[in-house]
């Protein structure tokens, strides 16, 4: 396969060149390079070809949940969307809390458009009280654990899920949420809150956990991920330990640098998320932290809902929302940085933190597994939820013109999306 008249851009640097790939790797990179006998050739003319994209946070609902998505229609929704890695968050049913469940999920993803590696959780159950089998887990290859959509609370306990992961050399993701202080709210406590009588969570309860996780990196001088950053206090925190020397890294998603809690004021579901959508002024510290390295990655947190999940009214219906097809333009589109650096965000950063920098997110160069993704940053198209890849609908953005789309998405050599349209 050839990947023609592109320009290559990776972590070093730009420049126009044809890509070939063969028997899963890439086999030369260089100007006007001939074509194999026999080979696919994909148009890349004005589209910038890089590694493909890595999604540290997306829910992919299976098993238990398979009519909001399975590993299956996840996948592909992330292929769409240029994805050749995304990892699978453990908050399933049952969770992926042990070696048995782990072993489905990379059994489901075997055939899958992305590769599907599973989060484990840090607890059994996620129920936030004794310490699930991580060694059994890492073992099977998992790099990250956490009880994503509640945070562990028991700061004894997370101190020594940290010294149990620092000695296994894998890393703790936390969704940071004091469960005591964001009891009871449905949206961000603030003008919104009040002019909606509905109740708020203080962005507080983000950021007491992002201390405190700063505290416990400090004192077991282990690595914490934390996940999808919304507030401007918890941006200052992990601007600040990182500044310090502590091993903290964080992601932030779309939504909350692209919407804010005004959102909420059609009292539309589709607008709950959590952490919910916050102030202006938090979604401008959330750009700044993307755009001066504070914020390492951009991760989708796509949490797909059916449809009479999301028909409930605002306080009883679940939080979450679609992430995977639209990410790549929202970045491109909104935070006014250089493509190069979107890449960074959503490719090359994540992988590493993922633990899949040998495989992803690498530079495009001769030998390198030919996982890869080719941009069109010019071409729009509106979202249409009927549309999307998703087995559920529950996208901010329906009706919304886009600008940029991945074209061409190639998983382990083969093209698993050609002119946005999904091969598998
Ligand atoms: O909005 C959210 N949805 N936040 C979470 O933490 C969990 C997620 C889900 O699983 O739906």
Known sequence: MVLRGGTV???TGSRRADVVVADGVVAAVGQQLETPRGATVLDAGACVVGPG??????????PGDEEAETVETGARAAALGGYTAVVAMPNTDPPIDSAGVVREILELGAGACCEVRPAGAITRGRAGTA??????MAALGVRLFTDDGAGVQDSRL????????????????????????????????????SRLGLPGVPSEAEELMVARD??????????VHFLHLSTAGSVALVRAAKADGLRVSAE???????LTAAAVASYDPVFKVNPPLRSDADVAAVRSGLADGTIDAIATDHAPHPPEAKEAPFDQAPPGMLGL????????????????????????????????????????????????CVVDPSATWVVDPDRLASRSRNTPYAGRTLTGRARHTVLRGE???????AQR
């Open 9 to 11: 851009v990776d972590e």
């Open 53 to 62: 994209l890595v999604d540290l946070h997306a829910h992919l609902r299976e």
């Open 131 to 136: 310490l699930a089998p991580l060694a059994e």
């Open 158 to 193: 997370m101190r020594r899920a940290l010294e149990y992961a620092s000695s296994l050399g894998v890393t703790l993701a936390q969704h940071c949420e004091d469960a005591g202080l964001a009891a009871g709210g449905h949206m961000h406590e603030g003008e919104w809150s």
């Open 214 to 223: 700063i505290a416990l990196s400090r004192l077991t001088g282990a690595p």
């Open 252 to 258: 932030a998603a779309p939504h909350h640098f692209c």
């Open 325 to 372: 097809e639209t990410a790549l333009p929202l970045a491109l589109g909104e935070l006014g940085l250089p493509v190069g650096e979107v890449l960074a965000l959503l490719s090359w950063r994540p992988a590493g933190i993922a633990g899949l920098a040998g495989s992803h997110g690498g530079p495009v160069r001769a030998g390198a597994p030919a996982n890869l």
């Open 415 to 421: 093209p698993v999306v050609i002119d946005a349209e």
